[in-house]
Structures are given as structure tokens and as C-alpha cells.
């Protein structure tokens, strides 16, 4: 029997991510170049990170379809995507809930798609095993180890780009406001998945950039899903773990 575009998930996948790197991603660079006007970045070297990693990930079976830190290549990075918002009409717990219900509302399908049994991926809960699409060669499949209404952290699956986890949540602003208010955040850490992507994101920073602009898209989502304003710049923080 031969298998067609309409019933393999695969060739469906390739062919969504077809369709986004020649239709959606050139209008998602031009919108990206916008929104780096209110984008701050810093870059450091440590030698221990600020936040340690979330405890190593395990998956009950014969094969452990976890992609560990300790399975990539290259230091370890910590990098941080964070935007302050004021006046929200959700609550930050609302806000996280909101985004485990349906992570594609806050994402651009311009760029990226969240899915899950080759559908759009919703009411994500513990165990859920699903797939980030993104246009080149590199789709992230991950495995969901929370999703409540504090955070929604994902551990990475064995063919994934980055070797780690990568956790969304709010915090407390520095100075709370009078309207309220939190810091949407998206914090990973991870080592790269091979050779290849540590190329790509260290020495040729192509999936850095890619990255940074799917990410800082969600949090300018976040902003306008919370019913709220932003404060300040979008802040891109990125930790690198000294080796040798």
C-alpha cells in the first residue's frame, strides 16, 4: 500500500515547515527586526550558572527517549527570555494555565508549531509527548514534565536540536507596580544535540538567532494574551558555563 502526503506525519510535518520557511519566514524576519528595537541582550561566560538545572529527566521503558544534557555536545547555556508586564487583566497563574491549554496562542505560526498526534497541541498535561516545528532541519520533539498554573517545564527528546529542558513561567517584577504585574519568563538549559547545531548556535549563530526571535515572539503573545502592557524592553540573558 503507498503511503501518501495525507496520511504520514512526517511528509506532513515537512511540509508545513516547507510552507513556513517560504511564506511565513520572511514576514516573520521583518517582524522580528521591529520588535529588536525593544529587545536588550547580554552574553556571559560563568562558572557556575545562576539558576541550576532542573533535576535529569526519566521516562519509564526499555529505551529512554530522553535527549540528558549530559548526551549533547558543548557547554552548558543557560539562556533567559523575559518581559515585564503591568496591569494584566489574568493573573500569572492564568497566564501559565492559558498557555499549557494551547501553547500554538502564544507562538507564531509564522515560524513555529506546536504539535501533538500530527494536530495542533492542547490541555497539556504530565507525560504528553509532542513535537515543536520548525522550518529547517531541526524539529524539537519533547516530553511535557509539568503543565499546572505554575509552570509549564518540557524536557528534551532524543533528536532534538538542544539536550536539556526548557521551563515557562512568571515571577515577581523587581518593583511591583501599583496596577500589579509579573515577568512572563522562558528560561532553557541545555547543551547542544550534536555537532551540527552547536556549529549553528555557537560559531555560525544562525539557530541562536532563530531561536531568540521564536521565543521573544511569545513573550510580546504573552503580553497581549495577559491583557496587559509591557514595561520596558524584552531582556535576552544568556549564561554559558565555563569548561576546562
Same mark, same amino acid.
Not at 506532513?12 to 513556513?20: E, F, G, T
Not at 506546536?114 to 498535561?125: E, G, I, N, Q, Y
Not at 496596577?179 to 538549559?189: C, D, E, K, L, M
Given at each position: 500500500?503507498?503511503?501518501? +502526503?495525507?496520511?504520514?506525519?512526517?511528509?506532513?510535518?515537512?511540509?508545513?515547515?516547507?510552507?513556513?520557511?517560504?511564506?511565513?519566514?520572511?514576514?516573520?524576519?521583518?517582524?522580528?527586526?521591529?520588535?529588536?528595537?525593544?529587545?536588550?541582550?547580554?552574553?556571559?561566560?560563568?562558572?557556575?550558572?545562576?539558576?541550576?538545572?532542573?533535576?535529569?529527566?526519566?521516562?519509564?521503558?526499555?529505551?529512554?527517549?530522553?535527549?540528558?544534557?549530559?548526551?549533547?555536545?558543548?557547554?552548558?547555556?543557560?539562556?533567559?527570555?523575559?518581559?515585564?508586564?503591568?496591569?494584566?487583566?489574568? +493573573?500569572?497563574?492564568?497566564?501559565?494555565?492559558?498557555?499549557?491549554?494551547?501553547?500554538?496562542?502564544?507562538?507564531?505560526?509564522?515560524?513555529?508549531?506546536?504539535?501533538?498526534?500530527?494536530?495542533?497541541?492542547?490541555?497539556?498535561?504530565?507525560?504528553?509527548?509532542?513535537?515543536?516545528?520548525?522550518?529547517?532541519?531541526?524539529?524539537?520533539?519533547?516530553?511535557?514534565?509539568? +503543565?499546572?498554573?505554575?509552570?509549564?517545564?518540557?524536557?528534551?527528546?532524543?533528536?532534538?536540536?538542544?539536550?536539556?529542558?526548557?521551563?515557562?513561567?512568571?515571577?515577581?517584577?523587581?518593583?511591583?507596580?501599583?496596577?500589579?504585574?509579573?515577568?512572563?519568563?522562558?528560561?532553557?538549559?541545555?547543551?547542544?544535540?550534536? +555537532?551540527?547545531?552547536?556549529?549553528?548556535?555557537?560559531?555560525?549563530?544562525?539557530?541562536?538567532?532563530?531561536?531568540?526571535?521564536?521565543?521573544?515572539?511569545?513573550?510580546?503573545?504573552?503580553?497581549?494574551?495577559?491583557?496587559?502592557?509591557?514595561?520596558?524592553?524584552?531582556?535576552?540573558?544568556?549564561?554559558?558555563?565555563?569548561?576546562?
Amino acid at each position: 500500500m503507498t503511503t501518501t +502526503a495525507s496520511n504520514d506525519p512526517g511528509r506532513l510535518s515537512l511540509l508545513r515547515n516547507a510552507v513556513r520557511a517560504v511564506v511565513g519566514l520572511p514576514c516573520f524576519v521583518v517582524a522580528h527586526a521591529r520588535r529588536e528595537t525593544h529587545i536588550e541582550h547580554t552574553d556571559t561566560t560563568v562558572d557556575q550558572l545562576s539558576e541550576q538545572p532542573p533535576e535529569p529527566t526519566t521516562v519509564p521503558g526499555l529505551h529512554d527517549p530522553i535527549q540528558h544534557r549530559s548526551d549533547g555536545v558543548g557547554p552548558v547555556v543557560m539562556r533567559t527570555y523575559g518581559v515585564d508586564i503591568t496591569n494584566p487583566a489574568l +493573573a500569572g497563574s492564568q497566564l501559565v494555565a492559558a498557555l499549557c491549554a494551547d501553547p500554538n496562542r502564544f507562538n507564531s505560526d509564522l515560524v513555529a508549531g506546536f504539535v501533538r498526534d500530527d494536530r495542533p497541541a492542547t490541555d497539556l498535561s504530565h507525560g504528553d509527548q509532542l513535537v515543536v516545528e520548525i522550518p529547517g532541519p531541526w524539529n524539537g520533539p519533547v516530553h511535557v514534565v509539568t +503543565a499546572d498554573d505554575d509552570q509549564l517545564l518540557l524536557a528534551t527528546m532524543n533528536d532534538h536540536m538542544e539536550a536539556g529542558h526548557i521551563r515557562f513561567d512568571t515571577t515577581s517584577l523587581a518593583e511591583p507596580t501599583a496596577g500589579g504585574g509579573y515577568r512572563f519568563r522562558i528560561r532553557s538549559w541545555a547543551t547542544a544535540g550534536d +555537532a551540527p547545531f552547536l556549529a549553528a548556535h555557537l560559531a555560525v549563530p544562525v539557530g541562536k538567532v532563530l531561536q531568540t526571535a521564536m521565543w521573544t515572539a511569545m513573550c510580546d503573545n504573552a503580553v497581549s494574551i495577559s491583557g496587559g502592557e509591557r514595561s520596558g524592553s524584552i531582556r535576552v540573558d544568556t549564561e554559558k558555563l565555563r569548561t576546562g
